[in-house]
């Protein structure tokens, strides 16, 4: 039996999945936040860039970045601070419309980064298993800075493969390496807010997406 996927791509049933225009073998982000308008689009686009910086490959070895917000905004632009911020990073934030959040969208994500402990919660109880494989972006990046890489698959055996091996072991370590603080795992949403603040939450964004994207690629970021 298979699933659509909004015209984009169908579920197989196995570990492969197949989309028009894309490898046969690929993994997915799935950026969350509320409106999908702020914080979602800026890790998104900061996670693009991210990995066309490191790769230089326009499809990333397989990965697929999107995001989506739990009362996203369907349809709309992202907010001209949160552009304004992508472009202090040199992003590219053209093309971007807002997204709700939809099942189909849990279905076929094999990584959930949300901006909140609720965002995180709201994903988990939509169900589709989703909870071994949804993390908040910081809790992610906390336990992925814990993950000696030698243990991921090498790079030759392809980007999907490592990436999957990097979801398996973040969600062993879950109960193993707390945060902090509760507010530790939280990206607090600049919604309305003047362009300084943006501008840090743009610069906490990329500064938890950078372990990541290292740990995916084996690539570490440009001096």
């Known amino acids: 039996m298979t699933a659509p996927d909004a015209g984009r791509g169908i579920w197989d049933g196995e570990e492969t999945r197949t989309f028009t225009g894309l490898p046969r073998d690929t993994f997915r982000i799935l950026h969350v936040s509320t409106g999908n308008v702020c914080r979602s689009p800026i890790t998104e686009r900061l996670t693009r860039h991210a990995l066309a910086d ?36 040199g992003a590219d934030a053209t ?34 298993s989703a909870g071994l494989r949804t993390f908040t972006l910081k809790e ?60 840090s939450i743009g610069d906490e964004i990329n500064e938890a997406i950078d372990p990541v994207v290292t740990a995916l690629t084996g690539v570490p970021a440009r001096t």
Do not use: C
Not at 55 to 81: F, I, K, Q, R, Y
Not at 105 to 121: G, K, N, Q, S, Y
């Open 140 to 199: 992610f990046t906390r336990l992925v800075k814990a993950i000696d890489p030698a243990t991921l698959p090498p790079l030759e055996d392809g980007m999907v493969a490592r990436a999957r091996a990097l979801v398996r072991a973040a969600a062993a370590l879950r109960g193993w390496l707390l945060a902090p603080t509760a507010e530790a795992d939280e990206v607090f949403d600049p919604y309305g807010a003047p362009l300084p603040f943006f501008r």
């Open 54 to 89: 490191r790769l230089g490959d326009p499809l990333w070895g397989g990965l697929v970045v999107e995001s989506a917000g739990t009362w996203g905004h369907e349809g709309a632009p992202m907010e001209a601070n949160a552009e304004t911020v992508l472009a202090d990073f």
């Open 95 to 128: 093309g971007f419309t807002g997204r709700e959040l939809l099942d189909e969208h849990v279905i076929m994500a094999d990584l959930v980064l949300t901006a909140t402990r609720d965002h995180r919660a709201q994903v988990i109880s939509m169900g589709h």
